[in-house]
């Protein structure tokens, strides 16, 4: 996306969200960073533990304004998850995740 076109958390649609269910979801407990002549490179892996060596498995490069808008994303979606609820008041669903 060009600067500054990254969509905001709420103009993610219900299409959207079904879309972004529709692939795997893999675990991901290790990631690597590192600045490219095209933009932020992060890598995923999972370690099962210090014995074994990270399974890389996918990867991103972003742009400097798309790794902006996602930080801001995962700080949003992270102080949702921190918010106390009840138990009889389910916590708010993470449009974005």
């Given at each position: 996306m060009a600067q500054n076109?990254?969509?905001?958390?709420?103009d993610v649609t219900p299409e959207h969200l079904e879309a972004a269910y529709t692939v795997p979801a893999v675990l991901a407990n290790r990631f690597i960073g590192h600045?490219?002549?095209?933009?932020?490179?992060?890598?995923?892996?999972?370690?099962?533990?210090i014995q074994h060596a990270p399974?890389?498995?996918?990867?991103?490069?972003?742009?400097?304004?798309?790794?902006?808008?996602?930080v801001n994303l995962i700080q949003v979606l992270i102080?949702?998850?921190?918010?106390?609820?009840?138990?009889?008041?389910p916590a708010e669903p993470s449009d974005n995740a």
């Amino acid at each position: 996306m060009a600067q500054n076109d990254s969509p905001k958390i709420d103009d993610v649609t219900p299409e959207h969200l079904e879309a972004a269910y529709t692939v795997p979801a893999v675990l991901a407990n290790r990631f690597i960073g590192h600045n490219t002549l095209t933009g932020l490179r992060l890598a995923f892996a999972e370690q099962a533990n210090i014995q074994h060596a990270p399974h890389f498995h996918s990867a991103v490069v972003l742009s400097t304004s798309d790794a902006v808008a996602l930080v801001n994303l995962i700080q949003v979606l992270i102080a949702r998850a921190q918010q106390p609820t009840t138990p009889d008041e389910p916590a708010e669903p993470s449009d974005n995740a």
